[in-house]
């Protein structure tokens, strides 16, 4: 770790190790700082949407050689009733976090990124042009950091992320029980606490189950959670992994950076409001993060705020609808157009930001409303 490094990157989740490739692919020196060992467990569901694929498919990635099971069929509930299902042609990868991680990892190395595992970065600080981080193993010098250490990310504190929506998501992985039919088949539960949902994602041998909601709800959350749980007819007793994590959306105009250290993904604030999917919104702020350290994109705000902030944006409006009317949702979404509508957002033929704009959806929400 010793010597100035062109980049030091934090944290080698998709948006660090997106960060270190680019970066790396621009002849940068960059070192990769993670706490954990690779491959590590990640909580998360491992829903790959449209825009998550593009960005693995143009780094390279094979995704369907990553993907544990190929969803077609989607089974939607409002607090446990009201199920209706909706099919097509399997078109939404689900992949264990520790597999893809490694891989994306894996990729940043073989670009000449230098890997440092079981690091913790502690503390940040500037002057006369360096940055020095203060890790457990010592200190480390750069020119420019990309802080992508998650949501609890200790570099927010110090950029000033100020983040609005908090929320806590309780997952479990599970061994799939013989005989049951969740091949290809993922169930969305819209939950009691408002704005919540739960989910059965199947990932070939495990499927993961869980719930998110507000932080602000966490008693109610976790009884959503148990009873959600048991209802599928499972048990957390038999869990392979059982915990939460938190994920956060930032303010709108919140900083991305401070000097020379820029912010990227989960620690940034940027995810999806409604769904909370981040996997693309971390692999794409991660790639724009890697390429402005090192002067190779002139403003990392600008193409951030204009792209992933009118994705954010929509989706606040869509949480805020879901929010206070889920059964009206529940009921609009059981209707014959919605379904061609969600297959188009979920594999990022369009977005929740155009589908604003358009007349017909804007009276819609407007209606909802
Ligand atoms: C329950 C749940 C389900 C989800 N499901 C989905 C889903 O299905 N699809 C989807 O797209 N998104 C989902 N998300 C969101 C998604 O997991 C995150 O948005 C994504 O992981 C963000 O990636 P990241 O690289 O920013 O951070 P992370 O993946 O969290 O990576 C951060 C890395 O930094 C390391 N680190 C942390 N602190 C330090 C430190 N001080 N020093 C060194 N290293 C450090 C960590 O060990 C970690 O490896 C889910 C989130 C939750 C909580």
């Known amino acids: 770790m010793t010597g100035v490094w062109d980049l030091a990157v934090v944290g080698a989740g998709p948006a660090g190790a997106a960060a270190a490739r680019a970066a790396a692919e621009a002849g940068a020196r960059v070192l990769l700082l993670e706490k954990a060992e690779i491959p590590r467990y990640k909580r998360c ?25 190929l969803v077609g069929r989607f089974t939607f509930t409002h607090r446990g009733g009201r199920a209706f299902t909706r099919e097509a042609v399997p078109f939404l990868p689900m992949v264990l976090r520790s597999e893809l991680d490694a891989t994306l990892v894996g990729l940043a190395r073989e670009a000449g990124t230098e890997l440092t595992t079981g690091v913790t970065v502690g503390a940040y600080a500037e002057q006369d042009g360096l940055v020095t981080l203060g890790t457990s193993g010592g200190p480390v010098l750069a020119r420019a950091v990309v802080a992508a250490d998650g949501s609890a990310s200790r570099a927010s504190a110090y950029v000033g992320v100020h983040c609005d929506l908090v929320d806590i998501g309780l997952e479990a992985e599970l061994p799939r029980p013989p005989g049951s039919d969740w091949d290809g088949h993922v169930l969305l539960d819209w939950g009691p606490v408002p704005g919540s949902y739960g989910w059965v994602f199947p990932k070939g041998d495990v499927l ?23 209802s599928l007819g499972l048990d957390l007793g038999t869990a392979i992994h059982d915990g939460g994590h938190q994920t956060r959306v930032r303010t ?39 390429l402005a350290a090192v002067g190779e994109l002139p403003s990392y705000e600008q193409a951030v705020e204009s792209v992933l902030g009118a994705e954010v944006a929509a989706g606040r409006r869509a949480l805020a609808v879901f929010t206070r009317r889920p059964g009206v949702v529940h009921r609009v979404m059981r209707t014959p157009p919605l379904w061609p509508l969600l297959q188009e957002l979920v594999s990022g033929r369009t977005t929740m930001a155009d589908q604003l704009e358009r007349r017909r959806v804007r009276w819609l929400v407007s209606l909802v409303e």
Do not use: C, H, K, N
């Open 208 to 230: 993961t189950v869980g719930v998110i909601g507000s932080r602000d709800q966490g008693p109610a959350m976790r009884d959503y959670y148990r009873a959600f749980v048991a």
């Open 45 to 69: 569901g491992g829903g790959l949407i449209g825009p998550a694929q593009r960005a693995l498919a143009d780094s390279g990635v094979d995704v369907s050689g990553l993907a544990r099971d």
């Open 252 to 290: 709108a105009g919140s900083p991305l950076r401070r000097g020379q250290v820029l912010v990227a993904g989960d620690a940034a604030g940027l995810l999806e409001p409604w769904t909370r999917e981040g996997i693309s919104f971390a692999l794409r702020s991660g790639r724009l993060a890697g």
